[in-house]
């Protein structure tokens, strides 16, 4: 079992930048592939980011490639999300996930995922 906690989200003006972080319970957190994901009222969730076991491979929505970097602390048991030049269309509910795969960008392949923290962007 894999508890995740994110924290960062709040409200953010349009062309502003934000890092979302998410802290996972378990110590064999190196084993995991980590996403992040979003949702915003009346969507589906859908994936932003996603990083290997080891963070040496990384994948990105079209939607948020160059705006957004995805990265992890093995030591930490952390990952982040890091977005920049924020549109009103980011505003979302943020969750992070876990999946026992080395990396994956469908939410159906993710085992574990936190409570999400609201990102709102104003314009």
């Known amino acids: 079992q894999v508890q995740l906690v994110e924290s960062g989200g709040g409200l953010v003006q349009a062309g502003g930048s934000l890092r979302l972080a998410c802290a996972a319970s378990r110590r064999t957190f190196g084993n995991y592939g980590l996403g992040w994901f979003r949702q915003a009222p009346g969507k589906e969730r859908e994936f932003v980011a996603a990083i290997s076991w080891s963070g040496g491979s990384t994948s990105y929505a079209n939607s948020v490639t160059g705006r957004a970097t995805i990265s992890r602390d093995n030591a930490k048991n952390t990952v982040y999300l890091e977005m920049n030049s924020l549109k009103p269309e980011d505003t979302a509910v943020y969750y992070c996930?876990?999946?026992?795969?080395?990396?994956?960008?469908?939410?159906?392949?993710?085992?574990?995922w936190g409570q999400g923290t609201q990102v709102t962007v104003s314009s």
């Open positions: 996930a876990a999946t026992v795969q080395f990396i994956a960008t469908k939410v159906a392949t993710y085992n574990y």
